[in-house]
């Protein structure tokens, strides 16, 4: 196997086929409990951090484990809500993640793509 192409995030998030996989795998973390259906996918994955089959095939996979955290701080936003409070927590973990290397895991890139 071919070692995976160097991506972002942001790659993955525009990525109509690949963005879709995550966001399918999301779905599924968040519906659990009420759709049998999602279980069972999530039951069925063979990576510990669920980024596998059936949800994935190897190589996507791969792109997705070794993505890099594409992350600017300087475009965040001010928001006078709780929302943007929000916002700005989850940027600052992303910063953080960054400043380690960059790797993504699926709970970064849940905080992307949604």
């Known amino acids: 196997m071919l070692a995976p192409q160097i991506t972002t995030t942001s790659d993955i998030r525009a990525d109509p086929n690949l963005g879709y996989r995550v966001r399918v795998l999301l779905h599924d973390f968040l519906n659990v409990t009420k759709d049998p ?3 069972r996918r999530i039951n069925s994955t063979t990576d510990e951090h669920y980024i596998s089959s059936p949800y994935f095939t190897e190589s996507q996979a791969a792109v997705i484990k070794s993505a890099i955290v594409d992350f600017d701080v300087g475009t965040t936003t001010e928001t006078p809500n709780d929302e943007g409070a929000a916002e700005e927590a989850d940027d600052y973990k992303l910063y953080v ?9 699926m709970h970064d890139l849940a905080d992307l793509i949604t």
């Not at 993640?97 to 895991?105: D, E, I, M, T, V």
């Open 37 to 39: 259906n999602a279980l």
């Open 97 to 105: 993640l960054s400043q380690k290397g960059g790797r993504a895991a």
